[in-house]
């Protein structure tokens, strides 16, 4: 079993975005900036929006955060988003999700400028992505499919099966490894499908994005199987000082001994989503998605 290190391969992507950031400054060219909104407190929102901050200095870019409370009117946000949408220092920008109920959240990313929408959210991003156009691709399937990438796994062919059909994460991972540079066959499955374990069991590539801690036992997985575990559910621990810890979707202790490769969580996907925004900020930055 090879335990597939996103925190390594993140790291790498920094430096060799850093890199880039570092010639574009000797050429007099302009530092990219990532802006975040963030709507309340959540503490999940909270740590990884600060994580965001903590990357772009690490790889030299602006960033800046803008802050509104739990009853901003939502008129209000929009205005900001519009605000954000006309900067031309603004390269890229996220509304963090979840947002409070009295917002509607498909409203607010259809509101970004496809040209800044880093998270790869609007649907004119989605739809490019889908046929095959240069698009900003969410974050977490990107980062699913380049760590797949970088550790070298087959998938040419092979049966790989998506637990979650979320508009974040499974519907545009099913079909960027289904696309000709990834080649797999792809099968999605959800709450209503049926026979589940053996639909599992068949698969020769397991992601779950399903949202449920330990959902995949040991008895779903076939032997030799690699097992890319998105699932970052927020669970109460006596044994952490914040009091929780992150659980993934995948019982790794059931699960990890029949697997060739396999995720960790934290420090499997969870890197690789983070370093993914830095990377489509680059790419809004040179202009290389919409020219």
Known sequence: MILIDGKKVAAEMKLEIAAKVELMKKSSKKTPHLAAILVGHDGGSETYVAYKI??????????????????????ALLNKVKELNEDDDIDGFIVQLPLPG????????????????????????????????????????????ELIKRYNIETSGRNCVILGRSNIVGRPLSILMSQKAVNATVTVAHSRTKNIKELCHSADILIAAIGVPGFVKGDMVSEGAVVIDV??????????????????????????????????????????TRVSLLYNTLLASSGEIYK
């Not at 509101?111 to 609007?122: A, R």
């Not at 979707?249 to 396999?262: N, Q």
Request: hydrophobic letters at 30%; proline letters at 6%.
């Open 231 to 272: 699932g970052t559910t927020r669970v109460k621990s006596d044994q952490t000082k914040s009091g929780w810890k992150l659980k993934g979707d995948v019982l790794f202790e059931e699960v990890a001994d029949k697997c060739s490769y396999i995720t960790p969580v934290p420090g499997g996907v969870g890197p690789m």
């Open 54 to 75: 903590k990357d772009c200095a690490e790889v030299g870019y602006k960033s800046s955060l803008f802050r509104f409370e739990d009853d901003v009117k939502e008129d």
């Open 102 to 145: 009295h917002i509607s959240e498909q409203k607010v990313i259809e509101s970004i400028d496809p040209k800044k929408d880093v998270d790869g959210f609007h649907p004119e991003n989605l739809g490019r992505m889908v046929i095959g156009l240069p698009s900003f691709v969410s974050a977490t399937p990107f980062g699913i499919v």
